[in-house]
Each structure stands twice: as structure tokens, then as C-alpha cells.
């Protein structure tokens, strides 16, 4: 999804969390996880440590 290339890694983050809590529609918290997916894998780095973002992730 284009329109998340502009948001800061910190936003995306927060916007996942956000959408899990509200039970927002499964296809969209796929989208998110995706993006941040393809940023883990295009900077080699890990961006969530924290247990329940591990947790949101899987």
C-alpha cells in the first residue's frame, strides 16, 4: 500500500497497535504487518522487541 511509504516507523508501529485494539478489519492489520515486514527486511534490522509487539506480529 503506497500510502504507508510516509509514515515513520514509530507511526506504523503505533498504527498496528491501534488497529489490533480496535479488531479493525484482518486485511488491514496484514497491510501493516506487511510494510513492516518488507522495512525489517529492506534495513536487515528487527523494529519491535517488546513482547507484545512480537506478539501482534505472528
Request: glycine share 4%.
Amino acid at each position: 500500500m503506497n500510502s504507508l511509504r510516509h509514515l515513520s516507523d514509530e507511526l506504523l508501529k503505533e498504527s498496528l497497535r491501534n488497529a489490533t485494539e480496535l479488531k479493525l478489519e484482518q486485511n488491514f492489520c496484514t497491510t501493516l504487518k506487511n510494510e513492516i515486514k518488507k522495512r525489517e527486511e529492506s534495513s536487515g534490522e528487527k523494529y519491535y522487541e517488546s513482547g507484545d509487539m512480537k506478539n501482534t506480529l505472528e
